[in-house]
């Protein structure tokens, strides 16, 4: 398998505290990997690091090209959509506008439009809510709105920022079905960051688990499965 | 009667013209946060940019659009070269910063016309429209113009995508950069469109109280009334605010405290809206679930 994303001795810093050392990814195109750890193990700043929104150091490489410094506008129109931790809904606009702004990038109309259509066959709930103040929606459509949005910039690469947070259950269920739709009928490939390791786990092909900011582990997410004492160790279950 | 008619007709041109500047106001705070201070400085500057125009014989609507156009480019420039490397500064830095540009402003347009008066041509004729005294093309063609704008500016921020990124950006920085907004530059088309709305404010307003370096500074203390009492964060409300301040402006003038108070009456009004409904009388206070 080729990769889609690479990073190379990737570290960020908030002001004067580094939160990440030196990690090295391999994102597999049309795969999903996840990047597991307890809170504070850096799993969201990586995310915001391979998208420039943090000081950080270190290479990335999307397709061959370098991206590390490109501004974050310019990685998300090169194909990286990145649904954001708290979902980044726009309250004040409907939830059709909310879409619609991948619009304002896309060249593409009539694809566009079909891809709002299908994004739609996803979301049947976004649908019904179409005019309708996102700020209104509950958590779970939020987070469906979130995931639907960047599913209108065409990307070729996701990042999840926790979509299972703050939510129901059966909600969460729901969307992880829908993600992994996704991931095999768009050939979207993903890179998943989850407080809830046995859901992404069922998810994922590959996994990363972080600790501190750094790497302590990786490999194919069945191997992760079936190791007892590595998921005792770091995933609490 | 005829008499309270006429000041309601002379409040509500007033009114178009602090609907114009509190629009302007609106627009950089929206998606900054900021009061442009120097809104009406700007706003001067560009009229004077016209009058120098149509000195040379260029005709008015043409010397309009050509302001309206120089004074948007204006605005974006001085976002992209001043405003932009002080991204990240506190917010007394912007302040002076902003007082800064207004005092410029009136010093060049100073050093190169004077300080001196001039008249500034109306395209409208001032006769009287209907035959019964009450309304003068003048005072239609004032609140046309506004009117025109403010339809032109509400089908961009509505159904132009272009718009829509604008308003996402304003309402969520982080989060329109991912989706692909350029977020700084939404800031420079905001100074743009904000500059240029005052620059029709300009234009509109010089007929009436003479072009000088000067003119502005009780114009802006209007609209920023008209802003405040609509709601800051509201371009609708801060429109509707204009009209409201221009109108009440001129019948409490005109019946209780007399002209010379008219100004002070502006600020009473910011201060009794301030103190009673902070977020202006149409400003919304969000409700979002979580």
């Known amino acids: 398998m080729t990769a889609i994303l690479q990073v190379k001795g990737l570290s960020a810093w908030y002001g004067q505290s580094r939160a990440l050392f030196d990690l090295d990814l391999n994102i597999e195109q049309g795969g999903v990997t996840a990047l597991l750890g307890a809170n504070g193990a850096g799993k969201t700043t990586s995310l915001r690091a391979i998208c420039n929104m943090v000081r950080r150091t270190g290479t990335t490489t999307m397709d061959g090209t370098d991206i590390s410094r490109r501004t974050t506008e310019d990685i998300v129109r090169l194909g990286v959509a990145h649904v954001?931790?708290?979902?980044?809904?726009?309250?004040?606009?409907?939830?059709?506008?909310?879409?619609?702004?991948?619009?304002?990038?896309?060249?593409?109309?009539?694809?566009?439009?079909?891809?709002?259509?299908?994004?739609?066959?996803?979301?049947?709930?976004?649908?019904?809510?179409?005019?309708q103040q996102a700020g209104t929606l509950s958590g779970g459509e939020q987070q469906m709105l979130a995931v639907a949005r960047a599913l209108m910039l065409a990307p070729r690469l996701m990042l999840l920022d926790e979509p299972s947070f703050g939510l129901a259950p059966l909600i969460v269920q729901e969307i992880f079905r829908i993600l992994r739709r996704i991931n095999e009928d768009e050939k979207v490939s993903m890179l998943i960051v989850e407080q809830n390791a046995a859901l992404a786990l069922e998810l994922a092909d590959h996994v990363y688990l972080l600790e501190t900011g750094k790497v302590v582990m990786s490999g194919p997410s069945d191997m992760v499965k079936n190791d007892e004492t590595l998921r005792k160790a770091y995933l609490g279950y | 009667?005829?008499?309270?008619?006429?000041?309601?007709?002379?409040?509500?041109?007033?009114?178009?013209?602090?609907?114009?500047?509190?629009?302007?106001?609106?627009?950089?705070?929206?998606?900054?946060?900021?009061?442009?201070?120097?809104?009406?400085?700007?706003?001067?500057?560009?009229?004077?940019?016209?009058?120098?125009?149509?000195?040379?014989?260029?005709?008015?609507?043409?010397?309009?659009?050509?302001?309206?156009?120089?004074?948007?480019?204006?605005?974006?420039?001085?976002?992209?070269?001043?405003?932009?490397?002080?991204?990240?500064?506190?917010?007394?830095?912007?302040?002076?910063?902003?007082?800064?540009?207004?005092?410029?402003?009136?010093?060049?347009?100073?050093?190169?016309?004077?300080?001196?008066?001039?008249?500034?041509?109306?395209?409208?004729?001032?006769?009287?429209?209907?035959?019964?005294?009450?309304?003068?093309?003048?005072?239609?063609?004032?609140?046309?113009?506004?009117?025109?704008?403010?339809?032109?500016?509400?089908?961009?921020?509505?159904?132009?995508?272009?718009?829509?990124?604008?308003?996402?950006?304003?309402?969520?920085?982080?989060?329109?950069?991912?989706?692909?907004?350029?977020?700084?530059?939404?800031?420079?088309?905001?100074?743009?469109?904000a500059s240029g709305i005052g620059a029709i404010a300009g234009m509109l307003v010089a007929p009436i109280v003479f072009l000088?370096?000067?003119?502005?500074?009780?114009?802006?203390?209007?609209?920023?009334?008209?802003?405040?009492?609509?709601?800051?964060?509201?371009?609708?409300?801060?429109?509707?605010?204009?009209?409201?301040?221009?109108?009440?402006?001129?019948?409490?003038?005109?019946?209780i405290i007399g002209n010379e108070l008219k100004l002070s009456f502006a600020l009473v009004m910011v201060i009794g809206v301030l103190l009673l409904k902070p977020a202006g009388l149409f400003g919304r206070v969000i409700v979002r679930r979580v």
């Not at chain 2, 371009?235 to 003038?253: H, Y």
Request: contains cysteine.
């Open chain 1, 84 to 131: 954001p931790e708290g979902r980044g809904t726009f309250v004040a606009l409907t939830v059709e506008e909310n879409l619609r702004l991948a619009f304002h990038i896309r060249r593409d109309r009539k694809a566009a439009e079909r891809d709002m259509e299908k994004v739609f066959a996803y979301f049947p709930r976004l649908k019904e809510r179409i005019h």
């Open chain 2, 1 to 193: 009667m005829e008499f309270f008619i006429q000041q309601i007709v002379a409040g509500l041109t007033n009114g178009a013209i602090y609907a114009c500047v509190a629009l302007g106001l609106v627009m950089i705070y929206v998606s900054t946060d900021h009061i442009n201070f120097a809104q009406g400085e700007m706003a001067m500057f560009a009229t004077f940019l016209a009058w120098a125009m149509i000195d040379a014989g260029v005709p008015y609507w043409v010397a309009f659009g050509l302001t309206i156009m120089v004074a948007f480019f204006g605005g974006l420039f001085i976002q992209r070269v001043i405003l932009k490397p002080l991204e990240n500064a506190p917010v007394l830095a912007l302040v002076v910063c902003f007082i800064a540009l207004l005092s410029i402003f009136n010093a060049i347009a100073g050093m190169i016309w004077s300080f001196t008066i001039k008249q500034f041509p109306s395209p409208f004729p001032s006769r009287d429209l209907f035959g019964n005294g009450l309304v003068s093309a003048q005072q239609l063609g004032v609140v046309a113009v506004t009117l025109v704008m403010l339809g032109l500016l509400t089908v961009f921020f509505r159904y132009t995508t272009l718009g829509l990124a604008m308003r996402a950006a304003a309402q969520n920085a982080s989060s329109a950069r991912l989706m692909g907004v350029r977020v700084s530059w939404m800031l420079a088309l905001g100074w743009g469109l």
């Open chain 2, 212 to 255: 000088d370096p000067n003119m502005m500074a009780g114009i802006l203390v209007y609209g920023f009334a008209g802003a405040l009492v609509g709601g800051i964060a509201n371009p609708l409300g801060a429109v509707a605010g204009g009209f409201i301040v221009g109108v009440l402006e001129n019948l409490v003038g005109s019946y």
